[in-house]
Structure formats: structure tokens, C-alpha cells
């Protein structure tokens, strides 16, 4: 089978069609959210490669969705903001670094290093007491992630598609984060 000609821009939503197989378990508390990102991070079989009926393209999802594959989700969205980070220009990243530092109130190591701190087989009990301003702070860099619209519309209102790929890539990393807040949340 041809591979759809639809791709998403983002290169988290690019890691999880590589993926051979992932597996959720997919709690009522959040299921919602979780399945929203799944299907924005393409780990759902109806993402667009998937759709032409490619067996390498989509991956199969069980009901075993556990933290470690949120915070996965969570970190790539980390990384893909860090890949935009390093296409602006030398002179403007110092000034991006510093300001989601301070509005997230992490720079983007740290939240490597939070999020790295869920393994697979924890309970969101163990998450939160192994990072117990988790609830808090992944709210604070959801937020932020649902603000790049907003923030990129006015440093350049009239780039119509470069604005159509940052929501995208906003509403991605946003569900992923907000997912992983959720299970912690418990």
C-alpha cells in the first residue's frame, strides 16, 4: 500500500508512527484526554499514515495506557519544542530560553529531568511523591503550549500556514502534557 500523502508537522507526532507497537491503559479520570492525544501523536490506527492501510504506519493500542507512555509523550513534546527553539534565529533563542523559563518556571532540561522521573509500572501515588508539585507545574507547561498560537500571531500575523503548524504542534504537545498531569492527578 502508498503511504497517505497527509503528515503532521511535528516531529513527536512523527516518533510515535515509527513506533512498532505501544500499549495503553487508558483510566476513566482522563480517558478522554488521553485519546485525544493519542490520536494527535498518531498512536491510534486511524492517524493519516495509517490510513491507507500501511501495517508499518499505525500502531495497535491495547487498554494497558500507563504514566511511563505519558511521560514519554510529555517528553517529546519537550524535544519538539526544542527543535522549534533551535530553527529561530541565533540571536532571538537566548530570549525564547529565558521566557519559557519563566513562564513554565523550568528550562526545558529540567522538565527532561522531571518527566524522566515516571517509569513504567508506577502509580501516579508514586509519581507524586517522587515530583510533588507535578499537578502544578505540567498545568503551568500546558499552558504554555496552548499559548504559542497567540504568542506566534503576534510576532507574525500574516504567515497563515507557518500559524496553521504551530496550533497543530501546540494542541499536540498540550494534550500530551495535560494527559500525563491527569494520571498523576490520579
Known amino acids: ?14 516518533e510515535f508512527h515509527a513506533m512498532p507497537e505501544m500499549t495503553f491503559t487508558i483510566l476513566p ?6 485519546i485525544f492525544c493519542a490520536l494527535l501523536c498518531g498512536m491510534l490506527a486511524i492517524c493519516p499514515g495509517a490510513a491507507m492501510g500501511d501495517a508499518d504506519a499505525g500502531v495497535t493500542v491495547s487498554d494497558t495506557l ?3 507512555a505519558l511521560a514519554k509523550a510529555a517528553h517529546a513534546a519537550v ?8 530553527a529561530m534565529p541565533f ?3 537566548p530570549l525564547a530560553r529565558r521566557s519559557f523559563e519563566k513562564r513554565t518556571g523550568l528550562s526545558r532540561e529540567e522538565w527532561r529531568e522531571k518527566i524522566d522521573t515516571i517509569h513504567p509500572g508506577d502509580t ?21 503550549f496552548r499559548a504559542a498560537p497567540v504568542r506566534a500571531k ?12 504551530i496550533t497543530a504542534s501546540a494542541a ?15
Open 29 to 34: 479520570a482522563h480517558a478522554a484526554r488521553a
Open 66 to 68: 500507563d504514566g511511563a
Open 124 to 144: 501516579p501515588a508514586a509519581a507524586r511523591a517522587r515530583w510533588t508539585d507535578a499537578v502544578e507545574a505540567l498545568t503551568k507547561l500546558a499552558e504554555d
Open 79 to 86: 524535544d519538539d519544542s526544542e527543535h522549534d527553539l533551535d
Open 1 to 14: 500500500m502508498q503511504r497517505s500523502s497527509l503528515s503532521c508537522p511535528s516531529r513527536f507526532h512523527r
Open 91 to 93: 540571536f532571538i533563542r
Open 154 to 165: 503576534e510576532k507574525m500575523p500574516d504567515n497563515v500556514e507557518a500559524l496553521r503548524v
Open 172 to 186: 499536540s504537545r498540550t494534550a500530551a502534557v495535560l494527559a500525563l498531569r491527569d494520571w498523576i492527578r490520579g
